[in-house]
Nanobody
């Protein structure tokens, strides 16, 4: 069974930055073969895909975060990152990582609040 542990969220002012991390673990786990994604959810709304990174390190972004967010991965650490710059209030959400597409169970996520 795969475990996902997200961290790095917090309260930040508009225009600020945060770096999220997600450590992925599980028995006989081969992180490097999976395409990974970061997702976010606002209460009362559907969870949405924010960014993806393939096993070949190709990246893709949802339009509203292009140029502001950067997804990366460290296969040696079984970790995927999301660098978020120039944060906006509309980025406020709980952020989750998962496969792309998301076929694993979800972790607890990490809350990002952008507010002055």
């Amino acid at each position: 069974q795969v475990q996902l542990v997200e961290s790095g969220g917090g309260l930040v002012q508009p225009g600020g930055s945060l770096r999220l991390s997600c450590v992925v673990s599980g028995s006989m786990f081969m992180f490097r073969i999976y395409d990974m994604g970061w997702y976010r959810q606002v209460p009362g709304k559907e969870r949405e895909l924010v960014a993806t990174i393939t096993s070949a390190f190709n990246t893709n972004y949802e339009d509203s975060v292009k140029g502001r967010f950067t997804i990366s991965r460290d296969n040696a650490k079984n970790t995927v990152y999301l660098q978020m710059n120039n944060l906006k209030p509309e980025d406020t959400a709980v952020y989750y990582c998962n496969k792309s597409p998301p076929t694993w169970g979800w972790g607890k996520g990490t809350l990002v609040t952008v507010s002055s």
